[in-house]
């Protein structure tokens, strides 16, 4: 059980990918080919870039769409690749749905409209004009801790009716609003956090975005493989085990911070550098983060 299909049309794990910078913080596009094969080996279905983890605040709308190509390039159709599509200005979120089409994503990841905090329908009329935009299927991301507000139920219903929005990243924590949620629109539904993985598969969602599959990707995929195979003690078990990686890279508030911390000690990134306004990691953060990587990769 993995890749697209009609039912789980972006796959069942996607990984939300840091967006990899050289030490004085240019774009390093050879780094993110290598991390996006490293990733799509070790059990991703699918990358979402530009996303929250991938810095897209800070990246321009150049930066982002050359990142889309040599991701591209680098996994061929191994993977499925999303790409933000995220803005508070509905003009601006078009155009990077346009430019995302012409670099070559298979979708977009359009997130509500932060800080100016629109009535419902200004929502509405913002999702449908990114999902009017291009050709490409479109995932709703719900993260009403980062954007002030949340799409309601009745939000959802509508959008569900464009041919376009196949999929909602939801990272409401609220499982009980989803198992409602999911026959009542159709729409595939993906835990938008890590640790509500279980709970979210257990009321119909049908896979994960994830920033603990940078590091633990091919247990979380078997952990999905299972629930869907019908064994829950099984897949209990297995996710229990990632829960160390889980901790590391989520409970921080920061994981694209520490998920380009962890791989840049592992080896697989260059440099952990990030961009203002956030900071790097002092010698404190990056003690603690090698401590609990032993610990989450069985390293001790």
């Not at 591209?72 to 690749?81: F, K, Y």
């Not at 380009?260 to 260059?270: D, R, T």
């Not at 900071?279 to 610990?295: C, D, I, K, Q, S």
């Amino acid at each position: 059980m993995s890749g697209p299909s009609a039912r789980r049309p972006f796959g069942a794990l996607l990984t939300a990918m840091v967006t990899p910078m050289t030490a004085d913080g240019d774009l390093d596009l050879d780094a993110a080919a290598r991390l996006a094969v490293h990733l799509i080996d070790s059990g991703s279905d699918g990358l979402v870039l530009s996303g929250t983890t991938g810095e897209a605040p800070t990246t321009s709308d150049r930066e982002k769409a050359d990142l889309i190509r040599a991701v591209r390039d680098a996994v061929g159709h191994r993977g499925v690749v999303l790409s933000g599509a995220g803005s508070y200005d509905t003009r601006h979120a078009v155009e990077l749905a346009r430019a995302a089409a012409d670099a070559g994503a298979d979708g977009l990841l359009a997130v509500t409209p932060y800080y100016s905090r629109p009535s419902q329908d200004g929502v509405v009329a913002h999702l449908t004009a990114v999902a009017d935009a291009t050709d490409l299927p479109v995932m709703l991301y719900d993260v009403p801790a980062r954007t002030g507000l949340r799409l309601s139920p009745d939000s959802l219903r509508r959008l569900a009716e464009h041919p376009r929005i196949w999929a909602v990243k939801d990272a409401t924590g609220d499982p009980v609003a989803a198992l409602r949620l999911i026959p009542e629109t159709g729409l595939a539904w993906y835990s938008g956090d890590d640790g509500v993985l279980l709970p979210f598969l257990s009321v119909g969602a049908v896979g994960l975005v994830s920033m603990a599959g940078h590091l633990v990707g091919d247990r979380l995929a078997r952990v999905i493989a299972l629930a869907e195979a019908g064994e829950p003690r099984e897949a209990r078990e297995l996710f229990r085990s990632t829960l160390p990686a889980v901790d590391l890279i989520c409970g921080s508030g920061n994981g694209a911070l520490r998920s380009k911390l962890a791989l840049n000690l592992l080896g697989l990134l260059p440099s952990a550098a990030m961009r203002l306004p956030q900071l790097p990691a002092g010698p404190e953060e990056v003690e603690e983060v090698r401590a609990a990587l032993a610990v989450a990769l069985g390293r001790e």
